[in-house]
């Protein structure tokens, strides 16, 4: 087992909204388990699928990490697997916390959830309320029947602004963020449709204003280089790869017998993230900010390429 795997009983499962179960997990021994920060993960390994969950509990409560799965009928398995077969009592392999989703400090702070993106994002609303920075969240979803944790949220009074789009619509983006607000950092998860309506919105803001997470890939513009081979050496290890046009490097790596960690295979995860030692990488994936892409250290492997003949990783 490595040094962030642990094996993780269920503590119990609570419905929070139609089709929302909430989990919460803890050491079988009651050890105490690694602490972690608004806006942190977990990868849960579910035999056929692995899937990745944000910690939507406090993250000062001690022994316990609580996430919340939506139930997704035709989604790949693991939501159903979680709410069909995974029962109080039982253990799972879990990896982690890790974050790619850090609240950094601001003056004020502005949450945008959309139905399940709330699950990031409540601890960065407890967090911030704590600490008495101004903050505000708006919160949509389809129907109050389907939205998460109302009742933990009505305690913040008229900081969270519920829109159930079944009888208010949806969230007026255009009055929320169409005046740019220096010194505002601005937080969103949910749907892709609202994060890119979002990203839209921000467009104008200061540089560095908004911060995302997404659940699927993003419809990305076209990527900077074409698909061609080239060839990737892991330094540790001492093997080159060639890539071929039409796979990835994950597979290319897989194939050699060079194994990567990986969940998403989508480059929104992060969980693949491989330090780039040489080489020019084709950024592909949906989490590194525009710095950290033109600084060009690490890259997602599972869909980023080369714009240079030779990549050479940390592998």
């Known amino acids: 087992m490595l040094d962030n795997e642990r094996e993780l009983i269920v503590r119990s ?3 929070e909204a139609a089709g929302v179960l909430s989990v919460t997990l803890a050491d079988p021994g009651g050890a105490p388990l690694p602490p972690w920060e608004p806006g942190a993960h977990l990868e849960l390994d579910l035999g056929k699928w692995v899937r990745q969950y944000s910690l939507c509990g406090e993250p000062g409560t001690p022994g316990t990490y609580r996430i919340a799965v939506l139930y997704e009928p035709d989604g790949r398995g ?48 407890a967090r911030a309320a704590g600490t008495g920075v101004p903050w505000r969240l708006v919160y949509g979803g389809r129907s109050r029947s389907s939205m998460a944790f109302l009742p933990e949220l009505a305690r913040y009074g008229d900081a969270v602004t519920v829109v159930p789009e079944d009888s208010d619509g949806r969230p007026d983006l255009d009055a929320l963020l169409g005046v740019p607000e220096p010194g505002t950092a601005v937080y969103c998860c ?14 104008a803001w200061p ?14 513009p076209e990527p900077d280089g074409e698909d061609t081979a080239f060839a990737v050496e892991c330094a540790r290890s001492g093997v080159t790869v060639e890539v071929g046009a039409f796979e990835t490097v994950m597979d290319a790596l897989e194939l050699a017998g060079i194994q990567v960690p990986n969940a998403c295979r989508e480059g929104i995860c992060g969980s693949c993230e491989t330090s780039v030692l040489a ?20 890259m997602m492997p599972c869909v980023s390429r080369c714009l240079s003949d030779r990549l050479v990783l940390d592998l």
């Open 190 to 203: 949910g749907p892709e449709g609202l994060i890119a309506a979002v990203e839209r919105r921000c467009e």
């Open 207 to 220: 540089a560095g204003s908004l911060h995302v997470e997404r659940f699927a890939a993003a419809r990305d």
């Open 279 to 298: 080489g020019v990488p084709d950024h592909r994936d949906g989490l590194l900010t525009d710095a950290e892409r033109a600084a060009g250290r690490s």
């Open 13 to 15: 499962m609570t419905w």
């Open 78 to 125: 693991g939501s159903a697997f979680v709410h069909e077969e995974l029962r109080p009592g039982r253990t799972v392999l879990v990896r982690g916390p890790r974050n790619r989703f850090a609240l950094e400090g601001a003056p004020r702070y502005l949450f945008v959830a959309g139905g399940i993106g709330i699950t990031p994002l409540l601890p960065m609303v």
